[in-house]
């Protein structure tokens, strides 16, 4: 005889996730390194960014850069003589805590005060997997459209700062980057917005000033 | 895929519960889904009928439950449901029922869990 039971699971499929970014933020914390977070979508800016930073600030920073398959963008930031450790994240679309662990696991954590992620090229997926940082820090160039905020509000409600990119190109494919602004405002009226063309440096200080108001919080 | 990763979660805890209960067949799991988990509740359904073949979890009803968005509200202090401005979105926005304002803290909404199943077992 076969009996029926309705039986209790009570998983939380988020939590293992939730539970390593804690534990990454703890052993960031007990070295004093400040994480910050970068995410946005494939072509956005993330890469110059981290360049930029790197070459503008006298912190001592190592670098997680995350990409599907390739190790491209941990080879341009290795040349800027910094540690950096390349994250493939293989078929998945976003890095995730567990995946990060391992890449602090390889930093010479004693000899850094900043950790900067730089996340898979993608708006949607890294919503859902926190990785530990202090900070997180959306990228989102004119050229993917002046209506990218809007459509992807969640990333938005839940950065810490949006950096709209390449707004000397505004014109040149009809993009609106004060649109962008009021997007990202109206969304999430606690974010701080700044316009930057990393090609020339603009909103570069901006951007590295919000980072150490945070640092200093 | 974002959703492969979330099912194999499910699955996996699906099969140890059931296992844990002697299981010789899984009828029914019921998934709790929050609204702002960035997974397509179809996709995950999906995906998770071709893992689920040959498996105990073969023939399972997926049932999917919805988790409210839950926030705090920075401008007029309102704690409870928000309002989910759908517009196009499959993502919604949030925003305070009482004030309209967007200046929240999300507090629920996220999780994906998987909440209870039903299983066959033979006689204790």
């Known amino acids: ?217 | 895929m974002h959703e492969l990763s979330m099912a194999q979660g499910i699955i996996d805890a699906v099969i140890e519960t059931a296992e844990n209960n002697n299981a010789t067949e899984v009828n029914e799991i019921t998934i709790e889904l929050g609204r702002l988990a960035m997974v397509n509740p179809e996709q995950l359904e999906f995906i998770l009928g071709v893992l689920i073949e040959n498996t105990i979890l073969e023939d399972a009803k997926i049932i999917f439950e919805e988790i409210p968005v839950e926030i705090d509200c920075h401008d007029c202090n309102f704690h409870g449901v928000a309002i989910l401005d759908d517009k196009d979105h499959y993502a919604p926005i949030v925003k305070c029922p009482e004030c309209d304002s967007y200046s929240i803290e999300i507090l629920n909404g996220k999780d994906i869990v998987v909440k209870n199943i039903v299983i066959e077992k033979e006689d204790d």
């Open chain 1, 1 to 217: 005889m076969h009996q029926v039971a309705d039986v209790e699971v009570a998983k939380n499929i988020m939590d293992a996730n939730k539970k390593l970014a804690d534990k990454n933020k703890k052993n960031l914390d007990d070295k004093g390194i400040f994480c910050v977070d970068f995410v946005g979508a494939i072509g956005s800016g993330k890469t110059t960014l981290v360049e930029e930073i790197i070459d503008n600030t006298d912190y001592k920073i190592g670098v997680l850069a995350g990409d599907v398959i390739s190790k491209f963008d941990a080879g341009r930031i290795e040349k800027h003589d910094v540690p950096v450790v390349g994250l493939n994240t293989g078929k998945e679309c976003h890095l995730d805590a567990h995946l990060v662990g391992h890449g602090i696991a390889d930093l010479p954590l004693d000899d850094l005060d900043m950790l900067i992620i730089e996340n898979v090229g993608n708006l949607i997926c890294p919503v859902d997997f926190e990785l530990g940082s202090h900070m997180r820090i959306v990228v989102v160039s004119v050229t993917e459209g002046d209506d990218t905020v809007e459509k992807h509000p969640i990333i938005f409600q839940t950065s810490d700062a949006v950096v709209i990119n390449k707004v000397d190109l505004a014109d040149a494919v009809g993009a609106d980057a004060d649109k962008m602004v009021n997007d990202a405002l109206k969304l999430n009226p606690n974010i701080k917005v700044i316009k930057s063309s990393l090609k020339d440096g603009t909103g570069l200080d901006e951007i590295i000033k919000c980072i150490e108001e945070a640092m200093n919080n």
